[in-house]
């Protein structure tokens, strides 16, 4: 059974609009929440993260959002740009170690047009 | 700064054949991993260690070897490889002290088992 899940594979949206991308979340062990950016033929990189202490954080253009209570989260990135077309994966760890053990969802492809 | 890197980046099996693939990290991570990605699918945990010396099976362990006798390498074997294990695998690092950080990941290695 998936504990991280994406449920949209596919997202498109205008340049300059927001984006939003969503993932929620099965295993209440988890306290510590990721975003990867994947495009074609690389490895995922490091976008931004969470802790479950938190509700919020922000960087730069990237805010993520935690909603513990409901289980889940969401990367918010205004304004896009077509430069943030890519595959972007929700990843969750739990409270027994560090990011050795990553959980993934499906990921979700976001095109921007310009 | 090289970070994650992994060798190759492209190779073809014949079933039943062996081989490793390689990862080194020159960050002095002590927690390195390895996944897989298959289409439609997020990255699913084969392997990952702790420290030299120290491994432990992820969510689809079957098929794979691992070992860890330095902390900068962290090689992933397959003893006889089958179809089923077409995907494309990467390799993480990340740090182990206080605090959560994230993983850094390889660009992958793309294999094919004919």
């Known amino acids: 059974d998936q504990q991280v899940k994406q449920n949209s594979p596919s997202l498109s949206v205008q340049e300059g609009r927001i984006s939003i991308l969503n993932c929620d979340y099965t295993n209440s062990m988890f306290d510590y929440f990721l975003w990867y950016k994947k495009y074609p033929a690389e490895g995922p990189t490091f976008l931004i993260s969470i802790s479950s202490i938190k509700d919020k954080n922000e960087d730069g253009r990237f805010t993520v959002f935690l909603n513990k209570s409901a289980k889940h989260l969401s990367l918010h990135i205004v304004p896009s740009q077509p430069g943030d077309s890519a595959v972007y994966f929700c990843a969750a760890s739990d409270g027994q170690g560090g990011s050795e053990k990553l959980v993934f969802g499906k990921g979700t492809k976001l095109t921007v047009n310009p | 700064n090289a970070g994650v890197t992994q060798t190759p980046k492209f190779q073809v099996l014949k079933t039943g054949q062996s081989m490793t693939l390689q990862c080194a990290q020159d960050m002095n991570h002590e927690y390195m991993s390895w996944y897989r990605q298959d289409p439609g699918m997020g990255l699913r945990l084969i392997h990952y260690s702790v420290g030299a010396g120290i491994t432990d099976q992820g969510e689809v362990p079957n098929g794979y070897n691992v070992s860890r006798s330095t902390t900068e390498d962290f090689p992933l074997r397959l003893l006889s490889a089958a179809p089923s294990q077409t995907s494309v695998y990467f390799c993480?690092?990340?740090?182990?002290?206080?605090?959560?950080?994230?993983?850094?990941f390889g660009q992958g290695t793309r294999l094919t088992v004919v």
């Open positions: 993480a690092s990340s740090y182990s002290g206080t605090g959560r950080t994230e993983a850094f």
